[in-house]
């Protein structure tokens, strides 16, 4: 069964006017200072993933990192970066997707993901949900399943759920 944990925001800061004006960040470093909201989050995020078969985590930088490789660790299955431009040494495939202003860019390995694969894909924070939809299409592309998009926090005003739909979403806590 999944349990939501609402006791985990305790573990999350909110900062006004970061990194720009009228965003209000959730700050996640306090639960990173945490073993005990560590353990709580790795918990939570776990838990609707108990009796479901599970290939690989792909996870999204940077912030999606911390966890994504805990949760891959707890599963006993390989983790897989998700990069900005640049940063990854094989050959690549490329997503690019847009952003309030602007677009942005992410690349994955292409040889990372094999037809078939049942893919968890995990991020700190799902907003609008455009950066865990382009890593949706790139898992796809690659032929993987997605089993289900793993996030510890939810901003359930920007609506990212609908955007993921028809994936299977979980958070450990919504706002
Ligand atoms: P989105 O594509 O709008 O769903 O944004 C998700 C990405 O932006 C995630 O990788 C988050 O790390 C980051 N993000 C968006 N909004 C916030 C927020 N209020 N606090 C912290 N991170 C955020």
């Known amino acids: 069964m999944e349990t939501k944990s609402p006791a985990l925001k305790s573990y999350i800061n909110d900062v006004p006017d970061f990194p720009k004006k009228g965003i209000i960040f959730k700050d996640m470093t306090s639960l990173l200072e945490s073993p005990e909201g560590v353990e709580l989050c790795l918990e939570a995020l776990l838990s609707p993933l108990k009796n479901k078969q599970i290939d690989k985590v792909v996870a999204i930088e940077a912030r999606g990192f911390f966890f994504g490789m805990l949760l891959a660790r707890a599963l006993k ?8 431009p640049g940063k990854l040494p094989r050959k690549v495939l490329r997503q690019s997707y847009d952003l309030e202003y602007g677009s942005d860019v992410l690349e994955i390995h292409e040889d990372a993901i094999k037809s078939g ?19 949706c299409e790139m898992v796809k592309s690659l032929g993987g399943q997605i089993v289900q998009c793993n996030f510890i926090m939810q901003l359930d005003f920007l609506e990212g759920a609908k955007k993921l739909a028809p994936h299977t979403i979980f958070s450990a806590v919504n706002y």
């Not at 299955?77 to 900005?84: L, M, Q, Y």
């Not at 924070?125 to 455009?130: M, R």
């Open 77 to 84: 299955v390989p983790f897989i970066p998700v990069r900005k």
């Open 117 to 135: 694969d049942k893919i968890v894909i995990h991020d700190d924070v799902l907003a609008t949900g455009g950066t865990a939809q382009a890593v």
